[in-house]
């Protein structure tokens, strides 16, 4: 029978080797090799993204013989016609470093502004001026100041520097105990009010401390002192403490003291490194994440443009028992595992890129401030941070009618504009004592409009003449986001933002009877110039804008207007907003469309737009060019082929500019697909591609001085 299985999966290989003989090679194809003949970063397998423990797909293991022979793939071709390996390929979901290019594949990235993004379960996280939005992905955001540089110390000394630490760099230190009363520490970056922050630390004896207990110590709000035991081997501790209040900045800290107890005495040596604090507040799964240093690299750093951040496209898989670290790696994210709003079967959606947008509302969070209810006889006072908002933290206000006959309403004076405005609030519904219709309405000085929503359903209620409207769940249980649209009078002058709370199904303000038992939760306001809404801007005492991302990669070797091929996966909360350009400058390249399947190619002189069809959801698309022809295509959809002007007159590769948007997957070929490989490649399913075959396990062994198969399928 073993023989069998055997003799079944070498005909299996040769099958697939002639498969993939028959495939165009690139020309700067990527060699595999590691160990075992496999390099599986550069050329960002996905195997793991469906495997089981065993490392094989569920369709293979009913065909694997027990050594395991295993099928990698890559995500590049599908049953149809079959599509070259591309010459460059940047994933853009959890980093901007492309798995690799035919030339310089550094990211230019700038945002100069803090901004939100929405992770893996749909938390919207408010991520650093520079930092690059991975929409769907899990943030880890180390929050010290550094994680490598010499700690403080009082009460010893630092008898050895540049000791191996866990992840294999020379950033550890050695620590001589100089008193009882001696501490060790790095300080962080600062607190926010209700943070839950986790405090983890890497420990390890030397010498005589091995086998003695040492205090890990987590100075926040709290002073948290957990004793534990050193051992011969590099261990990580973990601590939590939740900051009631903001602190100086070198108030928060975490390393160890012996002002805790333990039985480390004077002139013991520890081993201490790779401290790490983190916000996680909300988060499901609040242990510590992985380690992310602060100080060690340079931009783009760990993928995000910054320091100290770090995405990833797993579950956190770390557990946490007697204060004690157990490091795995979690499940794969996708939409089975995480949030359908920021993920799908083909994991996190991707790069966010958006253009700049200003909240001119004040106080967007804080409605007790700036803003006015509409009577305090009618109206409660605002009550603060009663409920739990999108970004976890309990931040959302509590508005109530009283008991009386009239307009209930929460005010803020605003001088409009000739301009179209969009104004949004997070509105929850309070089960227990429902305030079910809320209206959203604006007066600019002459005219009035507005919407209504049903927070009992979650849908749109009435809406005014000329208006619009859009509500949506946020992903926190029982909170949407509803906004209203129009455009304010050409005399617009002093007017109102408005949050009325109706009987009704009503776009107005209304005089109705209440209950008075009636309660409300809001937050972030948002009231912006623009046709939709965009991600989230919080204000204080002044208006906020968030500035334009913008990413770009150079063109040299890159890219090529003779010849060549860009695709990408796109996806947009509401494809009717599609703006902006996929791959290529602000103003052409592959552009997106709310019509013909989300799609078009314009050179600067010809538009080709894709075949009719609504687009939703992730769409693939990707444009092709050759000589004076130019071919667009989507989501699988016929290939459409037009003119092209010769150029694209692109000084270089931008990534999203402008659209308001998510993009993942982005590909460029230097070579023109042929029509038929441009629409299997917008309609490939990565989980069933047997494209790239790799030999890579236990069967190996007994063939170990035939390499020509592994040769011949890495192009060599």
Same mark, same amino acid.
């Given at each position: 029978?073993?023989?069998?299985?055997?003799?079944?999966?070498?005909?299996?290989?040769?099958?697939?080797? !002639?498969?993939?003989?028959?495939?165009?090679?690139?020309?700067?194809?990527?060699?595999?090799?590691?160990? &075992?003949?496999? %390099?599986?970063?550069?050329?960002?397998?996905?195997?793991?993204?469906?495997?089981?423990?065993?490392?094989?797909?569920?369709?293979?293991?009913?065909?694997?013989?027990?050594?395991? $022979?295993? $099928?990698?793939?890559? @995500?590049?071709?599908?049953?149809?016609?079959?599509?070259?390996?591309?010459?460059?390929?940047? @994933?853009? &979901?959890?980093?901007?470093?492309?798995?690799?290019?035919?030339?310089?594949?550094?990211?230019?990235?700038?945002?100069?502004?803090?901004?939100?993004?929405?992770?893996?379960?749909?938390?919207?996280?408010?991520?650093?001026?520079?930092?690059? #939005?991975?929409?769907?992905? #899990?943030?880890?955001?180390?929050?010290? !100041?550094?994680?490598?540089?010499?700690?403080?110390?009082?009460?010893?000394?630092?008898?050895?520097?540049?000791?191996?630490?866990?992840?294999?760099?020379?950033?550890?230190?050695?620590?001589?105990?100089?008193?009882?009363?001696?501490?060790?520490?790095?300080?962080?970056?600062?607190?926010?009010?209700?943070?839950?922050?986790?405090?983890?630390?890497?420990?390890?004896?030397?010498?005589?401390?091995?086998?003695?207990?040492?205090?890990?110590?987590?100075?926040? /709000?709290?002073?948290?002192?957990?004793?534990?035991?050193?051992?011969?081997?590099?261990?990580?501790?973990?601590?939590?403490?939740?900051?009631?209040?903001?602190?100086?900045?070198?108030?928060?800290?975490?390393?160890?003291?012996?002002?805790?107890?333990?039985?480390?005495?004077?002139?013991?040596?520890?081993?201490?490194?790779?401290?790490?604090?983190?916000?996680?507040?909300?988060?499901?799964?609040?242990?510590?994440?992985?380690?992310?240093?602060?100080?060690?690299?340079?931009?783009?750093?760990?993928?995000?443009?910054?320091?100290?951040?770090?995405?990833?496209?797993?579950?956190?898989?770390?557990?946490?028992? %007697?204060?004690?670290?157990?490091?795995?790696?979690?499940?794969?994210?996708?939409?089975?595992?995480?949030?359908?709003?920021?993920?799908?079967?083909?994991?996190?959606?991707?790069? &966010?890129? /958006?253009?700049?947008?200003?909240?001119?509302?004040?106080?967007?969070?804080?409605?007790?401030?700036?803003?006015?209810?509409?009577?305090?006889?009618?109206?409660?006072?605002?009550?603060?941070?009663?409920?739990?908002?999108? %970004?976890?933290?309990?931040?959302?206000?509590?508005?109530?009618?009283?008991?009386?006959?009239?307009?209930?309403?929460?005010?803020?004076?605003?001088?409009?504009?000739?301009?179209?405005?969009?104004?949004?609030?997070?509105?929850?519904?309070?089960?227990?004592?429902?305030?079910?219709?809320?209206?959203?309405? =604006?007066?600019?000085?002459?005219?009035?409009?507005?919407?209504?929503?049903?927070?009992?359903?979650?849908?749109?209620?009435?809406?005014?003449?000329?208006?619009?409207?859009?509500?949506?769940?946020?992903?926190?249980?029982?909170?949407?986001?509803?906004?209203?649209?129009?455009?304010?009078?050409?005399?617009?002058?002093?007017?109102?933002?408005?949050?009325?709370?109706?009987?009704? %199904?009503?776009?107005?303000?209304?005089?109705?009877?209440?209950?008075?038992? /009636?309660?409300?939760?809001?937050?972030?306001?948002?009231?912006?110039?623009?046709?939709?809404?965009?991600?989230?801007?919080?204000?204080?005492?002044?208006?906020?804008?968030?500035?334009?991302?913008?990413?770009?990669?150079?063109?040299?070797?890159?890219?090529?207007?003779?010849?060549?091929?860009?695709?990408?996966?796109?996806?947009?909360?509401?494809?009717?907003?599609?703006?902006?350009?996929?791959?290529?400058?602000?103003?052409?390249?592959?552009?997106?469309?709310?019509? =013909?399947?989300?799609?078009?190619?314009?050179?600067?002189?010809?538009?080709?737009?894709?075949?009719?069809?609504?687009?939703?959801?992730?769409?693939?698309?990707?444009?092709?060019?050759?000589?004076?022809?130019?071919?667009?295509?989507?989501?699988?959809?016929?290939?459409?082929?037009?003119?092209?002007?010769?150029?694209?007159?692109?000084?270089?590769?931008?990534?999203?500019?402008?659209?308001?948007?998510?993009?993942?997957?982005?590909?460029?070929?230097?070579?023109?697909?042929?029509?038929?490989?441009?629409?299997?490649?917008?309609?490939?399913? /990565?989980?069933?591609?047997?494209?790239?075959?790799?030999?890579?396990?236990?069967?190996?062994?007994?063939?170990? =001085?035939?390499?020509?198969?592994?040769?011949?399928?890495?192009?060599?």
């Amino acid at each position: 029978m073993i023989m069998f299985r055997r003799f079944f999966s070498f005909l299996l290989v040769v099958l697939l080797s !002639l498969l993939w003989s028959a495939i165009p090679a690139a020309p700067n194809a990527p060699v595999v090799q590691d160990e &075992q003949g496999i %390099d599986f970063e550069a050329l960002n397998f996905r195997l793991r993204h469906a495997a089981g423990e065993d490392g094989l797909l569920p369709w293979q293991q009913h065909q694997a013989p027990p050594d395991r $022979l295993a $099928l990698l793939t890559l @995500p590049f071709g599908t049953s149809g016609t079959p599509v070259p390996i591309p010459d460059g390929f940047w @994933p853009l &979901q959890t980093t901007l470093v492309p798995s690799w290019s035919a030339g310089s594949g550094t990211p230019t990235f700038t945002r100069a502004s803090t901004a939100y993004v929405q992770d893996w379960e749909a938390l919207h996280k408010q991520v650093l001026s520079g930092e690059a #939005r991975f929409r769907g992905a #899990r943030r880890v955001s180390n929050v010290l !100041l550094s994680s490598v540089n010499t700690p403080a110390i009082a009460n010893g000394t630092i008898t050895a520097t540049g000791v191996t630490s866990p992840d294999g760099t020379a950033t550890a230190y050695r620590v001589s105990v100089g008193t009882s009363e001696y501490r060790v520490y790095w300080p962080s970056n600062g607190f926010v009010v209700g943070q839950l922050n986790v405090f983890s630390i890497f420990l390890r004896g030397f010498g005589g401390s091995i086998g003695k207990t040492i205090p890990v110590w987590a100075l926040g /709000e709290g002073d948290q002192r957990k004793v534990v035991t050193l051992t011969s081997e590099w261990k990580r501790y973990s601590v939590t403490d939740t900051a009631a209040t903001s602190a100086p900045i070198d108030n928060f800290r975490v390393g160890v003291t012996g002002e805790g107890g333990g039985t480390v005495a004077v002139s013991d040596e520890f081993e201490i490194g790779s401290g790490q604090i983190e916000f996680v507040i909300g988060q499901s799964n609040q242990n510590p994440s992985e380690y992310v240093s602060v100080g060690v690299l340079s931009a783009p750093y760990h993928g995000a443009n910054v320091d100290g951040v770090k995405y990833f496209d797993t579950l956190n898989g770390n557990t946490v028992t %007697d204060n004690v670290v157990t490091e795995a790696t979690g499940a794969p994210i996708t939409s089975a595992n995480s949030s359908a709003l920021t993920t799908d079967a083909g994991g996190p959606f991707g790069y &966010q890129a /958006e253009g700049s947008r200003e909240n001119v509302i004040l106080q967007s969070n804080t409605l007790g401030t700036t803003w006015t209810i509409s009577n305090a006889a009618d109206m409660e006072a605002v009550v603060a941070d009663q409920y739990v908002s999108v %970004d976890g933290t309990t931040t959302m206000d509590k508005l109530q009618p009283k008991a009386t006959t009239a307009v209930h309403s929460l005010d803020q004076a605003f001088t409009f504009t000739a301009a179209k405005y969009t104004t949004c609030a997070d509105l929850r519904y309070v089960s227990a004592t429902p305030q079910r219709w809320v209206a959203i309405i =604006n007066n600019d000085g002459t005219t009035t409009w507005g919407a209504s929503f049903d927070l009992l359903n979650g849908v749109v209620g009435a809406v005014s003449a000329g208006a619009t409207s859009t509500i949506e769940a946020t992903g926190t249980a029982n909170v949407y986001r509803a906004c209203t649209t129009n455009t304010a009078n050409a005399a617009a002058a002093a007017g109102t933002v408005k949050i009325s709370l109706n009987a009704t %199904d009503t776009a107005t303000l209304e005089s109705a009877a209440r209950a008075g038992t /009636e309660t409300l939760g809001a937050g972030m306001v948002q009231h912006e110039v623009g046709t939709f809404p965009s991600s989230r801007i919080t204000t204080t005492t002044v208006a906020v804008t968030r500035a334009a991302d913008s990413l770009t990669y150079p063109t040299a070797s890159n890219f090529s207007d003779t010849a060549g091929t860009m695709y990408a996966e796109v996806h947009y909360d509401a494809w009717a907003n599609a703006t902006g350009s996929i791959i290529g400058s602000a103003t052409q390249g592959m552009m997106p469309l709310a019509t =013909n399947s989300g799609v078009k190619g314009y050179d600067g002189t010809n538009t080709v737009n894709g075949t009719a069809g609504t687009p939703s959801g992730v769409v693939k698309m990707g444009v092709t060019w050759t000589g004076t022809d130019m071919t667009v295509a989507a989501g699988g959809t016929a290939a459409v082929a037009g003119t092209y002007d010769t150029t694209w007159n692109l000084s270089s590769i931008g990534i999203g500019l402008g659209c308001f948007c998510s993009t993942r997957n982005t590909r460029v070929w230097l070579s023109a697909l042929s029509s038929s490989q441009l629409t299997t490649q917008t309609v490939f399913n /990565e989980a069933f591609m047997p494209y790239r075959v790799a030999w890579i396990d236990e069967y190996r062994r007994e063939a170990a =001085n035939d390499r020509s198969y592994l040769q011949r399928v890495n192009g060599r």
